[in-house]
């Protein structure tokens, strides 16, 4: 029987269960040994009464428990993965035909253990999710590559396909588990090996001195990378920083090729031991120079196409800083999307052109894009930002005292290039600060990004942030802003030369939070799920019952499938992301 030939290293007995690993599915089950040992039976093909028999005679079990035991085991047995598309599901061929015409993003050859796998990808974002980790395997054109692994990203989701084969698809908020799968197909490549074929993928670092191995496993942000680095730098030999595969025959830990993955806070650290750091910052650099300045050419590409509809776009934010010459150089600064204001009476219509160029939404959304501040966002697999069309500049609230007639009065064209525009100086700082501390919630929970902090010392050396108080309603937190940014950068007094009580509070809580993280991220979740609860759901309820636009936005909401796995997927972003 199966039971008796089963290999030792499979088995694992943890108290008084036992822990045993099914290669068919590539699970682990946990149960009483017994049972364990009757379900990897039947797993193995044996027939019931052939297991039964067994037990009897080799376990001393009376005849009828036997049958039960089998019944139990045969519950625990893992179904192998099935990846087919169920009915009315679109199929990674169909996904992928979609763009069949258009040309690839780049291509990419990579040498692993004397093969050559060619990775084709189609978009800008596909590459970046995958070729930093390998770039360092990177290898000159192969006259036969040895596989052919193909990344289609567009409409949200990313597919993939090796040797010709559909390997799956995935919606981008499970970017993760799409990057595993493909580790996985290197790692079947590399080895020759199947994935059944592996006892498990660790989410762990390893190391090794050539005899024995060391196994460092923990979460995300704990370490294990930067360990794993600075025992390279003492000799040791590092198998892998975060996917760490165990063969499946002779338990063996392996080696996984990807790079070493380390975190901004361990550069110095690390600095000393690994003076190649610097030139792999250099580099980092110069791929977010020539992304922006593929961007300010996106911006140009759509101000050229709105000045053809009579459409005046004014850029916002990390853009607006970008096309008027804020940063010395073009890769200081990392940018997001593009955003840019239109007149309201040319909104929906500016929305519609970007569409009829090509560009599409990437998710489904639910909101009621005539009354929100921006169009849902529009993206083209070719261009390297998303864009944002902004009917107001800012939210509802904040609106009153910086609406869309007022950026529209101040505003400056960028000199050089047609339909470019961006708000005056004082805009920007006002815009800043409300992004800030209002809309991203950085006055109530203290705790402001180093961005926009750099943002305002910029600008602050354009126009003094104090001078634009006057134009601000909430003037104490603006003033408890600009002086606790002062504060960050050494420079107390260059942004504001005095605050009141409230603002000299908003900067010692705001300190605190940067010296201990934890207590603010804690605080900050109570707060989402507090205004989750009453705001959102409840207060969705009852806005229900006198507005009929509300009825109808729920309707649509709660009627939709798929608008279900985005929320979850929205609300495991904001508290567990």
């Known amino acids: 029987m199966y039971m008796e030939a089963a290999e030792e290293h499979v088995y694992r ?22 049972v364990i040992e009757a379900a990897r039976a039947i797993s ?29 085991a045969r519950e625990l047995i893992p179904e192998p993965p099935d990846e087919r598309p169920g009915p009315g599901h679109e199929t990674v061929d169909t996904f992928i035909s979609e763009r069949s015409d258009s040309p690839p993003f780049s291509e990419k050859n990579y040498s692993i253990s004397s093969r050559v796998l060619k990775v084709i990808y189609t978009s800008a974002q596909a590459e970046f999710a995958i070729h930093p980790r390998f770039a360092h395997l990177e290898t000159g054109p192969a006259h036969r590559p040895h596989h052919y692994l193909e990344i289609h990203h567009h409409r949200g989701r990313y597919a993939l396909r090796v040797d010709g084969r559909p390997a799956g698809m995935w919606p981008e908020e499970q970017e993760h588990v799409f990057t595993g799968r493909f580790c996985m197909k ?35 942000g704990t370490g294990k990378s930067t360990l794993a680095a600075i025992m390279l730098a003492h000799g040791f030999d590092v198998l892998a920083d975060d996917f760490l595969p165990l063969e499946g025959k002779a338990g063996l830990l392996c080696r996984f090729p990807g790079a070493v993955s380390i975190k901004k806070e361990a550069l110095g650290l690390l600095s000393p031991r690994f003076p190649e750091l610097q030139s792999h910052l250099e580099g980092l650099l ?3 120079r020539r992304r922006n300045r593929a961007i300010l050419q996106q911006m140009n590409e759509i101000s050229v196409l709105l000045h053809g509809q009579g459409i005046r776009p004014v850029f916002l934010k990390g853009g607006a800083h970008l096309a008027d010459g804020l940063y010395a150089d073009h890769g200081e600064r990392v940018m997001g999307d593009i955003d840019f204001l239109v007149e309201k009476e040319n909104y929906l219509r500016a929305a519609g052109v970007l569409m009829d160029s090509g560009y599409e939404n990437p998710v489904e959304v639910y909101w009621e894009v005539s009354r929100s501040k921006h169009f849902y966002p529009l993206c083209r697999s070719d261009r390297p930002a998303s864009v944002d069309v902004h009917q107001t500049p800012v939210g509802l609230k904040s609106a009153r005292y910086f609406s869309t007639d007022m950026v529209f009065s101040r505003m400056r064209q960028v000199d050089g290039r047609i339909n470019c525009y961006v708000p005056c100086d004082e805009h920007m700082i006002l815009h800043n600060f409300i992004h800030s501390q209002i809309t991203n919630g950085g006055w109530l929970f203290k705790k402001t990004s180093l961005k926009d902090i750099y943002d305002l010392y910029l600008l602050a050396q354009r ?54 993280p934890e207590i603010s991220k804690a605080y900050r979740k109570l707060f989402l799920l507090t205004a989750l609860i009453f705001k959102t759901y409840l207060g969705s309820i009852l806005k229900a019952v006198y507005r009929s636009e509300t009825r109808k936005y729920l309707k649509s909401r709660l009627t939709t499938p798929g608008w279900y796995k985005s929320h979850l997927a929205g609300l495991k972003e904001k508290f567990f992301g």
């Open 13 to 34: 007995v943890i108290g008084r269960k036992t822990a045993a690993w099914f290669p068919e599915a590539n699970k682990y089950v946990l149960a009483d040994p017994r």
């Open 44 to 72: 193995a093909g044996e027939e019931s009464k052939d297991v039964i028999a067994c037990c009897i005679e080799r376990l001393g079990f009376s005849r009828s428990d036997p049958a039960r035991l089998c019944d139990a």
């Open 186 to 220: 290197l790692l079947e490549m590399a080895y020759g090996k199947r994935e059944r074929e592996w006892m498990a993928v660790l989410h762990a670092a390893g190391i090794s001195d050539g005899k024995r191995a060391l196994v460092f496993a923990g979460d995300s």
């Open 286 to 288: 110069l791929l977010n």
């Open 463 to 516: 126009v003094k942030p104090e001078t634009v108080l006057p134009q601000i309603r909430e003037t104490e937190r603006a003033r408890g802003y600009f002086i606790f940014s002062g504060r960050v950068l050494g420079r107390e007094h260059e942004f504001c030369s005095a605050g009141g009580r409230k603002a000299e509070r908003h900067c010692r809580l705001s300190g605190l939070a940067l010296k201990h």
